[in-house]
């Protein structure tokens, strides 16, 4: 598969401000989504980064806290705004990769909130 | 996508063969049965992913019922390293991929 990298791989961040999350490909992927997952949860898809347009927002989570780039095939940033205690959560990047179009993660940018 | 029901946790002798059911009785023709596991904090890993033969890789086999509406998943020596949350994912392989995460079974492999 392709290689995923996300930065940073953890942080801890103060009430209030914004902390960027990058994800890099090794390769062109057309598909690239974001998910969060809150302490002892599961994985809830946050959006779909289309690159060249907008990204597609789940319910429940919209583009002022969470703005996305995707400005080519093999990077995507995914922005916590504003940020509480209540965001603190790992945060994944993954690509749709493959003739088969299984989805790979990155290892996950772990965010803390104080 | 259909869902999907699991396990809460396992444990598993080490070097014994685990196996993990998974129910989706709703799942519907051309929905697929993916495998994922999450070790301690880190990204989810691709296991293996079937829609209605049995398949191996080098990692683990999958066993789908006849009917679709359950499947197993078996790592066929579990070492200590495979202790993790296992989650069976019924989707659409399509291009739009949304993989909807249930809570997973936590496999434990015991020494």
Not at chain 1, 20 to 46: A, E, H, N
Not at chain 2, 33 to 58: A, D, F, M
Request: one cysteine or more; proline letters at 4%; hydrophobic letters at 35%.
């Amino acid at each position: 598969s392709a290689v995923i990298s996300q930065k940073p791989s953890r942080d801890i961040c103060q009430r209030g401000t914004s902390l960027t999350i990058q994800c890099q490909v090794d390769s062109q992927v057309t598909m690239m989504f974001w998910y969060r997952q809150q302490p002892g949860q599961s994985l809830t898809l946050i959006a779909t980064a289309n690159q060249g347009s907008e990204a597609t927002y789940e319910s429940g989570f919209v583009i002022d806290k969470f703005p996305i780039s995707r400005p080519n095939l093999t990077f995507s940033t995914l922005t916590v705004s504003n940020m509480s205690p209540e965001d603190s959560s790992i945060y994944l990047c993954s690509i749709l990769w493959g003739a088969k179009n299984i989805q790979y993660f990155g290892a996950g940018t772990r965010l803390s909130v104080l | 996508d259909a869902k999907t029901t699991q396990p809460t946790s396992m444990d598993c002798a080490e070097g014994r063969a685990a196996n993990l059911p998974c129910n989706h009785s709703t799942i519907s023709g051309n929905e697929y049965v993916y495998w994922y596991r999450q070790i301690h904090s880190q990204g989810p890993q691709y296991i293996i992913h079937g829609l209605k033969n049995n398949e191996t890789n080098e990692m683990a086999s999958l066993i789908i019922t006849e009917d679709r509406k359950s499947s197993t998943l078996i790592l066929p020596h579990a070492t200590l390293r495979d202790t993790a949350v296992y989650y069976c994912i019924v989707s659409f392989q399509t291009g739009a991929n949304n993989l909807f995460f249930g809570t997973g079974t936590r496999l434990t492999v015991i020494p």
